[in-house]
C-alpha cells in the first residue's frame, strides 16, 4: 500500500506544481497587459499633453504679435531692449512693400515656453532653447517651440509650433517615451489704416480756423508740402471758418492748395460709412481689435501722462474709449514708429502736442495751442465731428508715414483654412 500512496502524492505533488506553474505565468501575464496598458495610457496622455502644447503655442504667437506691451509670460533678452520695443519689433521686418521678413538677429527658433507650475514660462529670442536640468525622472513638463516664416503675400507670416509633452532637450534625444505634435497657421495682418486720408485734416463737420486768446497770436497751419501736384489740405462735409492764410502746399509751380467743403460723403448722416470706408471695419470693432491699447484716463482728467507711458511701454494702437482732455505735454510716435491715437469721443487739447501718426476723433476736436507751444501732427486727422483749432496748431500731411501706418501697423489675425496640424 506504501508505493501505492507514494505514487498518488507525487502525482498530486506534480499536478500542483503545474497548476502553480501555470498560476504564475498566468500573473506573468497579467502583469505584462496590465504594464502595457498601462504605458499605452501613459502614450495617449503624453500625445494629448503634446496636442494641447501645439494648440497653446499657436494661441501664444498670435497674442505675442498683437502683444501692445511686453507680456510678463515672456523673459527680455538680457540685451536691455525691453523699453519700447515689442515682440513683433523683434521677430519681423516689413520691406516697402509691406512683405515680412525675419531680421538676421531672429534666425532659427523665435520662442520656446515650457509649462512651470501651471503656467508657460517663455524666452522669446536667441539663445531661446531652455536647459532640461530638473525635468528627467520627474512629472512631463510640456514645451513648444515657435518659428516664422514670411510669405510673398504682404503682410503674412506663416506660424509653425513643434510641441512636446516634454521639455525640448528631451524631445530631442532619442529613446524616450515623450509624444510630439506639430501645429502650422498662416496668419495676415488687418492694417489699422486701410485707406489712408489724402488731406491733412479730414473734418466731417465745420472747420474753425482762429487765433488764439489774442489777435496778435499765430493761427493755425495746415499743410501738404509732400505731394507737389495738386495737394489735397482740407476735406469737409460742411464749411471752413476763420483765416484761411495758414494753409498752404509745397513750393512747386502746380502746387496751390486745394480745399474741398460740402463734400456729400461727409456728412453726419454718413458718418459710419466713412468709417467704415477708411479703415474696413465698424467703430466698435476697431476700438476692440487685439493689438489696441486702451487708455484708461476718467473723464475730465489729463491723459497726457497715460498716454506717454503706454508708449514707452510699447504701444502703437492707442484707444480712449469715450472723451478725453489733453492737458499736459504730449509726444506721440515717431517716424520709424508712427502711432494711431483713437477717441471715441470729444477731444479737448490744451498744451503742446506733437504725433507721428495718425488722430481720430470720433466726436468734436478744439485744439489750442498758446503762443510759444506749437503743437504739430505730421500725418492726418480724421474728424467724425466739427474741427475747431486755435493758435499755433500745425497739422502736416506725411503719406510716407501714413502708409507706413497701412503696411506695418494692425492687428493679426488667422487665414481661413491655413489651420493644419500632426
Known amino acids: ?56 503655442g499657436a494661441a501664444w504667437v498670435l497674442a505675442m504679435l498683437n502683444a501692445n506691451v511686453w507680456p ?61 536640468e530638473g525635468i528627467e525622472g520627474g512629472p512631463p513638463s510640456p514645451s513648444f517651440q515657435v518659428r516664422l516664416q514670411g510669405l510673398s503675400r504682404p503682410g503674412t507670416v506663416r506660424v509653425t509650433v513643434s510641441a512636446c509633452s516634454h521639455a525640448p532637450g528631451i524631445c530631442n534625444s532619442p529613446h524616450n517615451d515623450a509624444a510630439q505634435a506639430s501645429v502650422e497657421q498662416d496668419l495676415a495682418l488687418y492694417s489699422a489704416l486701410r485707406n489712408p486720408p489724402r488731406a491733412a485734416l479730414l473734418s466731417v463737420g465745420i472747420v474753425h480756423l ?24 482740407v476735406q469737409t462735409g460742411a464749411d471752413i471758418v476763420g483765416n484761411t492764410s495758414g494753409l498752404h502746399a509745397g513750393s512747386g509751380t502746380n502746387s ?50 497715460a498716454l506717454n507711458q503706454a508708449q514707452l511701454g510699447g504701444a502703437r494702437l492707442l484707444g480712449i474709449p469715450g472723451p478725453a482732455q489733453i492737458d499736459g505735454a504730449l509726444n506721440l510716435g515717431d517716424a520709424l514708429h508712427p502711432v494711431v491715437l483713437f477717441v471715441d469721443g470729444d477731444l479737448r487739447i490744451d498744451g503742446p502736442a506733437h504725433l507721428h501718426g495718425l488722430l481720430i476723433v470720433g466726436g468734436d476736436l478744439d485744439w489750442q495751442a498758446l503762443a510759444g507751444q506749437t503743437s504739430r501732427i505730421e500725418g492726418a486727422v480724421i474728424c467724425l465731428g466739427q474741427t475747431h483749432l486755435r493758435g499755433p496748431v500745425w497739422l502736416d500731411h506725411a503719406p510716407a508715414l501714413l502708409e507706413r501706418l497701412r503696411l506695418q501697423q494692425g492687428s493679426f489675425v488667422p487665414l481661413p483654412g491655413s489651420w493644419t496640424s500632426s
Not at 481689435?289 to 487708455?295: D, G, N, Y
Open 256 to 305: 496751390a492748395p486745394m480745399i474741398r467743403s460740402f463734400q456729400p460723403h461727409l456728412q453726419y448722416k454718413l458718418r459710419d460709412t466713412l468709417f467704415l470706408q477708411q479703415f474696413g471695419v465698424p467703430r466698435a470693432a476697431y476700438m476692440h481689435q487685439a493689438a489696441m491699447r486702451h487708455i484708461d484716463c476718467n473723464s475730465g482728467q489729463d491723459c497726457s501722462n
Open 210 to 233: 482762429d487765433n488764439a486768446a489774442n489777435a496778435m497770436a499765430a493761427l493755425p497751419a495746415i499743410t501738404n508740402t509732400a505731394e507737389p501736384q495738386a495737394p489735397l489740405i
Open 1 to 56: 500500500m506504501k508505493p501505492v500512496r507514494c505514487m498518488r502524492g507525487a502525482a498530486a505533488l506534480a499536478a500542483t506544481m503545474v497548476m502553480l506553474l501555470l498560476a504564475a505565468m498566468l500573473a506573468a501575464q497579467t502583469t505584462r497587459q496590465i504594464w502595457f496598458d498601462a504605458k499605452e495610457i501613459q502614450r495617449r496622455e503624453f500625445s494629448l499633453q503634446a496636442a494641447a502644447a501645439a494648440d497653446a
Open 72 to 132: 510678463q509670460t515672456c523673459e527680455p533678452d538680457t540685451q536691455g531692449s525691453r523699453g519700447a520695443k515689442l515682440y513683433r519689433d523683434l521677430v519681423l521686418q516689413f520691406d516697402a512693400a509691406g512683405r515680412i521678413q525675419l531680421p538676421s538677429s531672429a534666425a532659427g527658433v523665435q520662442g520656446v515656453c515650457r509649462m512651470r507650475d501651471s503656467a508657460w514660462t517663455c524666452q522669446c529670442r536667441p539663445p531661446v532653447l531652455p536647459k532640461p
